[in-house]
Every structure is written in structure tokens, then in C-alpha cells.
């Protein structure tokens, strides 16, 4: 009996480790992501605006002092209308004068022709010296020179009255005004800048080293901050070929390929930029393992619910995200959380609608 107790208890204990190493590893709950493939490359995201390809800045084409500005900023105008007006008194002045000058001047060259006719009649009847005829008719010539002088000064006091009022010449939006009423401007100083809605763009600035490196494959998506679905695509039309010496920045202008209704001027937008690249992977950086010099991703099998773990190239690395250019195809599902806990081969649950 007492070699019997001995026997049993070693049999319990070897039975005992027999089950502990048949115990099968636990089903662990695991985040995981698919594979989508990526061919484009986002190189950033900029804030912009709509601005209209074509502006125009005008002033008068006289000095004076601003009398009345008759529309203000965002206003409609047609071709022809006023936009402002500038004190008349002075052109309206000049315009006297001259007309004083001309009436002057054609009652001079009136006598000028009598008094050559009456030479003329004279000297035909020989009755006039010649003298006589030469300067009627040389006086006759100057006071007919003076007119045409007298002439276009009333014309040009007529223009320079006409200049005191300032007119667009085509149909245009207004956008900014740099004189207001009061104010004395000189000739040609800036006064108001239209721009014309018809033909519309996008107007970001870029830093120099991105401006630097831009190709033809470039790709510029155009959004509207407000509504992010309504957007277009856009091609680079112009780069400033110097940058703002504060900003460090390059100013681009894009070519829209259509214009939403609601790209209105002055539309605060978002544009993304990408690049065709080789086939790709993006994947969350919790995906990545990082054993004995290997990088791997535990890869699941969506028939047995097991993980395998798999090498993978890396492209490039950030704090959020790893970019992978190959060891995973598209469609397949990588663990996403808790890599260093899982063994190969083990079973795992995950929700098959996560994506």
C-alpha cells in the first residue's frame, strides 16, 4: 500500500502535464485594416482662393480731386458705366478758354478771307499791287493754321473734361478700390481694379522646394472649403518665377477643368497635389513588427481566422503611418493592433465589415 500511493500521485502529475501542453492558445480579439493599393502619392494640401485670370487696374488719365465714387466693392458693371468722377471745374474751365480762343480765331481768319478776296479782285483789275496780295494771302494761310490749332485745343479740353470721368471698358466685377471720394489723385494712379468673372482660376502659394519639383504628372484637385464635394481638377498654368521675400513662397495659377457655379470670386478652396508613383501600400505604423533585423505584418487568413507573419519592404515611415512597397497584395487584411502579442498561426476574431 504504501508503494502503491507513491505510484499513483507520479501518474496524476504526468497526466496533469499532458494536458497543459496540449492547451491550445486563446482566440485573441485583433484591430485589422485591407489593403487598398495606391498608385498617386499626396505631396500636400494648400489653401487658395478663385480669382479671375484677367484683372485690370484703372485710373483717371488727368489729375483732379475725386468728386463721387459710384459703386463699391463686388459690384457688376457693363461696359461704359461710371465708376467715378472727379471735380470738373478746372477741365470745364480749360474748355472755356479754348472755345474762347477758337471763336477768337475764326473771326480773325473771316477778315484773313475777305481781305485776301478783296486783294484778289483788286489785282485782277490791275488796280493792286502785288505786295499787297502776297501778304493777304500769306495772312490768309496763318490765320487758317492758327484755326486748326484753336481747333484741337477745344478738342483736347473736350477729352480732358471727358477723362474727369472714369468708365469701364468692359463687363467686369469690381474688387478693390485704392482712391476714395475727397481724395486727390494724379494722372494715372490707381483708382479701382476690375476683374473679369467670365474666366476663373485657383491661386495658391507654394514653398520653394515643392514649387521647385514640379513635373507634368502632377495632379491638382480643387476643392471648396465649405463643400468639399464640389470640386474639380485644375493644370498649372503660370509659377510666379520669383519667391515673396517674406513667405518664401511661390504663387501658382491654375487652369480649372470646368467651373462649379459655386466657385465664386474669392471662394476660399483646398488643393491637393499627387504624383502617379509605383504600386503601393499605406498602412497604419501599429501594423508593423519589428524583430531580429526583419520588418514584418501579421497577414490573416480569413478562412481558418489564423495569422502568418510576413516580411515587407518599407518606402517610408511617419509618426502615423507606414508605406509599403511590397510583401502584402491588395484585398488581404493586416493586423492593426496588438502585434507583438500574437504567435504564428494563432486564431484571432476581427470584424470582417471594419475597414
Known amino acids: 500500500m504504501n508503494r502503491l500511493f507513491p505510484m499513483l500521485c507520479t501518474c496524476v502529475l504526468l497526466a496533469a502535464c499532458g494536458n497543459d501542453e496540449k492547451k491550445p492558445e486563446p482566440i485573441r480579439p485583433v484591430l485589422s485594416t485591407l489593403v487598398e493599393p495606391q498608385v498617386q502619392a499626396q505631396l500636400g494640401r494648400f489653401a487658395g482662393s478663385i480669382q479671375a485670370r484677367f484683372e485690370s487696374t484703372l485710373g483717371f488719365r488727368v489729375s483732379g480731386r475725386i468728386a463721387r465714387r459710384w459703386l463699391d ?53 490791275g488796280v493792286g499791287a502785288q505786295a499787297q496780295l502776297d501778304i493777304a494771302l500769306t495772312d490768309l494761310k496763318t490765320t487758317g493754321a492758327s484755326l486748326e490749332q484753336a481747333r484741337s485745343a477745344v478738342s483736347q479740353a473736350r477729352d480732358q473734361l471727358d477723362y474727369s470721368t472714369l468708365r469701364s471698358d468692359h463687363a467686369a466685377v469690381v474688387t478693390a478700390w485704392r482712391a476714395e471720394a475727397g481724395q486727390t489723385v494724379s494722372a494715372g494712379q490707381e483708382v479701382v481694379t476690375l476683374a473679369r468673372p467670365d474666366i476663373k482660376e485657383a491661386v495658391i502659394d507654394l514653398p520653394i522646394q515643392l514649387a521647385e519639383q514640379l513635373n507634368k504628372d502632377l495632379t491638382f484637385t480643387v476643392a471648396s472649403q465649405l463643400d468639399p464635394s464640389i470640386n474639380t481638377t485644375a493644370t498649372l498654368r503660370e509659377l510666379e518665377p520669383q519667391a515673396d521675400a517674406t513667405t518664401r513662397t511661390r504663387r501658382a495659377r491654375l487652369t480649372l477643368a470646368h467651373t462649379p457655379d459655386a466657385f465664386h470670386l474669392g471662394t476660399a478652396i483646398s488643393v491637393t497635389l499627387t504624383s502617379m508613383v509605383s504600386p503601393r501600400s499605406e498602412l497604419p505604423r501599429t501594423a508593423l513588427l519589428e524583430r531580429d533585423g526583419k520588418t514584418q505584418v ?55 465589415e471594419a475597414p
Not at 471745374?89 to 480773325?108: S, Y
Not at 491588395?330 to 476574431?349: C, Y
Open 73 to 125: 466693392v463686388g459690384a457688376r458693371v457693363n461696359p461704359g458705366d461710371t465708376l467715378a468722377t472727379l471735380d470738373p471745374t478746372d477741365q470745364q474751365n480749360q474748355l472755356r478758354a479754348a472755345e474762347g480762343d477758337l471763336a477768337r480765331v475764326q473771326a480773325q481768319w473771316i477778315n484773313a478771307q475777305a481781305n485776301a478776296r478783296r486783294q484778289q479782285q483788286l489785282y485782277d483789275r
Open 298 to 352: 501579421w497577414v490573416v487568413d480569413p478562412q481558418q481566422k489564423t495569422v502568418t507573419a510576413r516580411d515587407v519592404t518599407l518606402i517610408e515611415r511617419t509618426d502615423n503611418s507606414i508605406v509599403l512597397a511590397s510583401g502584402v497584395q491588395p484585398g488581404e487584411r493586416v493586423v492593426t493592433a496588438g502585434v507583438n502579442s500574437l504567435k504564428p498561426g494563432q486564431q484571432v476574431t476581427f470584424d470582417e
